[in-house]
């Protein structure tokens, strides 16, 4: 390769990858950059859903990316093991048998969408997505309510106690 010009070694060597091809690239709910548009935009949608109920903060940003590439992957397996199980399903295919080697080889992925489902709720939960997380959110935010009022009044009695002892206007 002095001359600048690609020579195989041996007999059958294919030619190097030209800069810029995507052959090593993982493909499908593996591919985080395949994945990064739908995961962007799932992103904005949470983060707006979060602006509108007045739950967000940029301290969120990494949950919220997170959670969005994670739904991203599951919504890229699902339709994978939609169209396996389509095919599958198909009896006068001529894949049949392909099909069904196939569903089989794709256990990894089912294993995997399950786990990131359950990594999604999670991730809902922490950030008050959910029912149960929002109902406990608006629980913990009642009782702060209450102890701030509760300390505000306590403020109050304390200060018209002390300008009751000394006779003057406390305000």
Not at 2 to 29: I, M, N, Y
Not at 123 to 136: D, F, N, Q, V
Request: no cysteine; proline share 5%.
């Amino acid at each position: 390769m002095t001359s600048g010009e690609w020579v195989p070694e041996f007999e059958g060597q294919r030619p190097p990858f030209e800069p810029g091809h995507e052959l090593s690239l993982k493909h499908g709910a593996y591919a985080p950059l395949k994945l990064a548009p739908r995961a962007e935009e799932i992103a904005a949608g949470i983060r707006d859903q979060l602006e509108e109920d007045r739950l967000y903060a940029p301290a969120f940003e990494l949950a919220i990316a997170r959670l969005a590439l994670v739904w991203a992957r599951i919504e890229n397996a699902s339709a994978a093991l939609d169209k396996l199980e389509g095919m599958a399903l198909e009896p006068a295919t001529p894949y049949l048998t392909a099909a069904a080697e196939l569903r089989d080889g794709h256990r990894a992925m089912r294993d995997d969408l399950k786990g990131w489902l359950r990594l999604a709720g999670q991730i809902e939960a922490s950030l008050g997505l959910t029912t149960e997380s929002r109902a406990k959110l608006g629980l913990d935010l009642a009782l702060t309510g209450m102890a701030v009022t509760k300390t505000k009044r306590e403020a109050l009695v304390e200060r018209y106690r002390a300008a009751g002892k000394s006779g003057g206007d406390a305000a």
